[in-house]
Each structure stands twice: as structure tokens, then as C-alpha cells.
């Protein structure tokens, strides 16, 4: 396990919203190095899958439902301390709470559809890198 990545998605509003391009170079001028990267779509049953441990949430049929409803972006990003460095880089989860200048508070459109996920741990950073990328698509 290494406590060097995180795992992020630029979710599928912000994908057709066409922010993948500044998102990125958002991502870029944090400091943050991009490890792997895909363009994919999660079918229903990935999405559920992704969020498992939120499954007895309130929100986990939407969040799946958004989260499978169109294509992605998913990719690893690599800092010293990078799930700490890329949460208070992207902002709250709530656009309207988050920071001036963080990726939310920018391309956030509410809070179901916050532009980005971000790990939320370095167990979850390093799950997460699993769920999407093998050992040799990471550079």
C-alpha cells in the first residue's frame, strides 16, 4: 500500500459539460503527477460495486445511477500525501461549500453532481487504483 496516490474521477456532468480539459490542468497545476488514466463508462453494476461501502446510504441508487449514466474519466494521481493534498485541492463536497478556486467550487454542479471524485483514504485510495487500473497500465 502506498500512502502516494489517490485515486480521482471526473464524474459524468462534468464530462459533458466538456471540462475534462480544464479539470486536468487544474489537477496539473496542483502539483499532481497522473499515474494512469482511462476514458470509460461504468455499467450499473460497476458503479455499485465502486460504491459498495456506501450501500446503505440514502443516496447510493442515485449516486450509481449518476455515476453510470454517462462516460468518465478515472485516473491515479501521485503526490506526497496525496489524498489529503487532492481533497482540499478539489474542495468540499458541496460546490456551494467549497473553496473559491478548488475543481468543485469551479465545475461542481451540486451535490450529487460535484464535477470529481477524490479517495477519501489511503486504503480506499489504493482499492479504488484497483478497481480501475493492473499494476502495468500505471506509469
Known sequence: MTDNITLTMIKPMAVKKGYIGPILAKIAEGGFRIVAMKYTKLSLEQAQKFYEVHKERPFFRDLTAFMSSGPIVAAILEKENAVQAYRDHIGATNPAEAKPGTIRALY???????AVHGSDSIENANIEADFFFAKTERY
Do not use: E, K
Open 108 to 114: 461542481g454542479t451540486d451535490l450529487g453532481m460535484n
